[in-house]
């Protein structure tokens, strides 16, 4: 594995970017308009990039709210510019951009429009890996013709790769698995970014061994050991990474590209990409990064976060949690969740902390050391135990499922089939509540996925006054 670098076969790296979706996403609460990308998307599109990550997560749903930005008019725009570089998004299965599982009627028409607006690469996975929530995507993503990269999202059991649930065959099989079901390129997603150089070289090595498809690697900087392993990585046969221009790197993104391309320079594994280039998008990033300032997390001296080896908690969801303990009054409990996390977790069937189980696992934890255990529970936290976010890796305490599930309107018995399954079909119920607010199936969704605050960026784009009349363009 120590030659590859050295004297083994021509076999560049591809580099996928991640600059104009995680990039902003991890750092800046993916606050970055559209129109500070265009000035430098043509020379993006020049570079030689596998892919740009351009769309999905936060980016829908920040564009909308916070922006008073159309997400699919944002991806259209981007389109028109970059012409040679296929355009990839993070899907999250039945959640698709949302926070909840969808029917299979409202995911059916999101890729259907996410294809003819623009998406060539999704990037689909669900948050228990329960792989039946990724069928119905996978199913439109292959009509349209599109490419469906599966994505496994990789968790620990214990400090390193191995134990009970996370262990090596578990990610093996379900590589296989996701082969099987027709994916044309597996991702192993490592939200938290807790995956050890040794153990990356070890599983890359056995997933290559059992699929024959393209093998692509995302992981965050946050422990401090992205870097590291990316070149495990790269040594063990990689087929693509995620980087991201060094700006809008590191803390809790990316690894930088630029260090990467002076690494592996004149080595096999050199992807032949411009240097120079990249340093002048960079100055471009530095420059427009201070209208941004504000949205950094400046809390910490240190830029990595080695506490995540423990708590294994996402650095969004970490924000998510100060802001909650903020409100109430009682942010120095912060240590008292980190450790009910972990508990919590466990009585929770022990499912991989990225959106929305990030969010689900971590909200419960707050309301259990503020209030007491299951005192107060979350609608998602009833809706994941009774089964409609699918199969959680581990059982759920059962004493835990009694409590949570008490008065739940859908009944004490949870269901086992795919969660979808029990959910109607819910399009045309929307169509009729936002009636002429909605012009298009676009617009549709946005009122479909958000219903609130959907149907508000509607409202705002088309003139509508808070009672609903179309107000005058004078």
């Given amino acids: 594995m120590r030659d590859i670098l050295l004297d083994g076969p021509a076999s560049p790296i591809k580099i996928q970017d991640t600059t104009l979706r995680d990039g902003h996403q991890s750092l800046l609460a993916t606050r970055m308009r559209v129109e500070d990308m265009l000035p430098i ?35 259209r725009t981007l389109k028109r510019i970059i012409k040679k570089t296929p355009l990839s998004m993070l899907l999250r299965g039945q959640n698709l951009v949302g926070y909840r599982n969808y029917p299979d009627d409202v995911v059916r028409l999101f890729v259907d429009k996410s294809c003819e607006v623009g998406i060539d690469i999704f990037r689909v996975f669900d948050a228990l890996n329960d792989l039946r929530n990724l069928e119905t995507c996978a199913e439109r993503i292959k009509a349209n013709g599109k490419h469906f990269q599966a994505a496994i999202c990789y968790s620990l059991t214990e400090q390193a790769l191995g134990g009970d649930v996370f262990n090596m065959n578990y990610y093996v099989e379900k590589a296989g698995a996701l082969e099987e079901m027709g994916a044309d390129s597996l991702c192993i997603k490592d939200m938290a970014g807790i995956m050890a150089p040794y153990d990356t070289a070890r599983l890359i090595l056995e997933l290559k061994q059992r699929i024959k ?10 422990s401090g050991m992205a870097s590291m392993t990316y070149l495990k990585a790269i040594e063990a046969g990689v087929d693509i990474i995620d980087t991201c221009l ?16 002076a ?57 998510n949690l100060v802001s909650q303990l903020k409100q109430a009054k009682a942010l120095d409990r912060l240590p008292e ?17 990225v959106t929305p189980t990030s969010q689900i696992i971590g909200v419960q934890a707050v309301l259990n050391v503020l209030r007491g255990k299951y005192k107060i529970v979350t609608n998602q936290v009833k809706d994941l135990v009774y089964g409609l976010y699918g199969k959680t890796p581990t059982p759920i305490d059962p004493e835990v499922q009694k409590q949570v599930l008490k008065n739940y309107p859908r009944g004490q018995t949870p269901v086992t089939g795919r ?40 409202k705002g784009k088309y003139g509508f006054g808070s009672e609903g009349e179309q107000l005058s363009d004078s």
Wanted: glycine share 10%.
């Fill in 41 to 75: 998307a043509e020379k993006m599109d020049q570079i030689g990039f596998w892919a740009m990550e351009v769309w999905g997560g936060a980016t829908f749903d920040a564009a909308h709210r916070f922006l008073a930005e159309d997400p699919f008019e944002n991806l």
């Fill in 213 to 222: 498809i393209p093998l692509h690697l995302h992981t965050h900087y946050t």
């Fill in 246 to 261: 060094a700006p809008f790197a590191l803390r809790t993104s990316q690894p930088a590209i630029e260090p990467l391309v």
């Fill in 263 to 319: 690494t592996l320079r004149g080595t096999p594994r050199d992807p032949g990409i411009d240097l120079g280039a990249l340093l002048e998008m960079g100055e471009y990033l530095e420059a427009i990064a201070p209208k941004y300032g504000s949205h950094l997390a400046t809390n910490r001296l240190a830029v990595i976060d080695t506490a995540v080896l423990f708590h294994q908690v996402p650095g969004g969801m970490i924000s």
């Fill in 337 to 353: 969740v980190y450790a009910e996390i972990s508990v919590a977790r466990k009585e929770l069937g022990t499912p991989p902390l």
């Fill in 419 to 458: 969660g979808a399954d029990y959910l109607g079909p819910e399009l045309e119920g929307v169509r009729t509540k936002v009636g002429d607010l909605v012009k298009d199936d676009y617009d549709l969704l946005i009122c479909a996925l958000y219903p609130t605050t959907g149907e508000e960026f509607l």
